[in-house]
């Protein structure tokens, strides 16, 4: 398979001084030569984090979520900076199997768990002076092999499970049959469950954003969640994400965690530098501004262009616009509460420009809607990107917020809407600013209620377009249909349940199939 043989050599390691996240150009050698010392393994585990955010292309956690995967969701579009063909055609669910952005979600997993793989296969044999070190680095390959192939599965199905390391020089070597999606659960599974036993609680400087125990059981429990809802339909994993979820809550909410999370009380808080890797941090991707190209390429892309004194994409993200009634513009932003504290957080919808104090935006012409104007996404932008000339702002992959509503979304289906599913969701609606849930709801009002709380506490951080695949109706059937045609996509189809597999991919491996109408 193409992955494989292009990713033969080791290209680029990373240092584990000053941030594990920096860059040591200079360190290439061959894989062969590698692997002989403690510090040739924290490298190693470096360099598979670093496929989190790989800098100078888009990578899963620094754009290529959001133009491989969110511009074909309900909530946003590619804006006029986005003028990529696969990107355009994406947002509109006409994508072909040769989409570049589609292979490159595919082979950038795959380049990862390479790594991860190489990882568990030569750390073993490394002597360390202290074991619980190596048992570390091991836990943290298999929490990050767990997460790339969780990502592959939700996105692909079935998809070729490779645990091995392989350093074969031949492509035939690498050809290999998909697994059934079933059995890439049940190894990540088994990977978080062993890398919870081997992770730390906590880190200390310059360590702090590694992968912990607490994120692998959180990881675990959003995974059971998944099995549990469409496709699958494992409805006995419910059981298990409740009571995984609750080795991850801290006492306060009814949990037995011990590693200290929580909410922030400002929700802003929760994607400002200043308090990356905080209390409700669970796991990020590491951001780093004037670091060799690790900064957050999205904060430029959600703004305007021309703004005195900011780097601009011109608007390349922007938010889907529909009509409802006799309004014309109506977005993700106005399903928001006006009281919800998340709204102008999640969104701006003027710029201040540092060189002569203007704002500037767009008017929205829509008569029916007097002084709307432009809302643009705001969650990933760093308040010293003018200045800095990058953006430091980490990507949220698992928060706390998330936790609690995997818990009240489990035990809802699981039992009903109990006490403890009221209380997990009202925490976050709490912090919102919002009053409690109603009481007295059914099963099926509840879940539609922990539906919509997602999509508001998480818009705009990669979780929509999973979680179209996944949440269902209260006569059990799919929403992604529905969900994109209420906003107009109507080329949506049940092939786009599943991505397709790329065609690059098929052509270099001829025991590889496609999904189903694709």
Request: hydrophobic share 35%.
């Amino acid at each position: 398979m193409k992955f494989y043989y292009i990713l033969i050599a080791l290209p680029v390691f990373l240092s584990s001084c000053k941030n594990f996240l920096e860059e040591d150009p200079e360190s290439f050698v061959s894989e062969e030569q590698f692997y002989q010392t403690e510090s040739d393994a924290e490298t190693a585990i470096n360099a598979v984090y670093y496929h989190l955010n790989t800098g100078s292309v888009q990578s899963p956690y620094n754009t290529l979520f959001n133009t491989g995967m969110n511009m074909a969701d309900d909530d946003e579009d590619p804006g006029p900076g986005a003028t990529n063909s696969d990107v355009r055609s994406l947002a509109v669910l006409s994508h072909t199997t040769s989409n570049q952005r589609v292979y490159e979600l595919w082979q950038q997993h795959y380049a990862a768990i390479r790594k991860a793989n190489v990882v568990l296969a030569k750390v073993p044999d490394i002597s360390f002076s202290d074991e619980t070190k190596k048992n570390r680095i091991l836990g943290e390959a298999k929490f990050l092999r767990a997460l790339f192939y969780f990502n592959l599965v939700r996105l692909f199905g079935d998809v070729p499970l490779i645990t091995t390391y392989q350093s074969e020089v031949l492509a035939s070597s690498y050809y290999t049959t998909r697994t059934a999606s079933d059995s890439v659960y049940a190894q990540i599974e088994t990977d978080l469950a062993e890398a919870a036993t081997a992770l730390p609680a906590s880190y200390t400087s310059p360590d702090v954003g590694r992968a912990t125990a607490g994120a692998a059981k959180a990881l675990l429990a959003k995974v059971y969640l998944y099995e549990a809802s469409l496709p699958l339909k494992i409805t006995s994993k419910y059981q298990l994400a409740v009571s995984k979820a609750e080795e991850v809550l801290s006492a306060q909410d009814g949990g037995t965690g011990t590693y200290g999370y929580d909410l922030f009380t400002d929700y802003s808080h929760t994607f400002l530098p200043a308090y990356k890797n905080g209390v409700e941090h669970v796991f990020s991707a590491q951001m780093l501004a004037n670091s060799n190209n690790q900064d957050n390429n999205e904060t430029q892309r959600a703004i305007l262009s021309a703004i005195p004194g900011i780097t601009g994409n011109n608007y390349a993200h922007m938010v889907r616009y529909y009509t409802v009634g006799s309004d014309n513009y109506y977005s993700i932003y106005k399903i928001f509460r006006a009281d919800d504290k998340r709204r102008n957080v999640t969104f701006v919808r003027s710029f201040t420009s540092p060189t002569n104090g203007k704002k500037y935006g767009l008017p929205l012409s829509n008569p029916a809607v007097p002084n709307d104007s432009t809302p643009f996404y705001n969650k990933w932008w760093d308040p010293n990107y003018a200045s800095a000339g990058e953006s430091s702002t980490n990507v949220t992959i698992l928060r706390y917020s998330e936790v609690l509503l995997i818990h009240a979304e489990a035990e809802n289906e699981l039992n009903g809407p109990t006490a403890k599913a009221y209380k997990s969701i009202n925490r976050v609606r709490t912090r919102a600013g919002l009053p409690d849930l109603t009481t007295g709801l059914s099963q099926d009002q509840f879940r539609d209620s922990v539906y919509l709380e997602r999509r508001l506490e998480l818009v705009y951080e990669y979780q929509r377009w999973f979680d179209l695949i996944r949440e269902k109706n209260a006569s059990g059937g799919g929403i992604l249909l529905s969900s994109l045609q209420k906003v107009g996509k109507t080329n949506v189809a049940d092939k786009h349940y599943l991505y397709p597999i790329p065609q690059t991919e098929i052509d270099n491996n001829p025991l590889l199939t496609q999904n189903p109408g694709w």
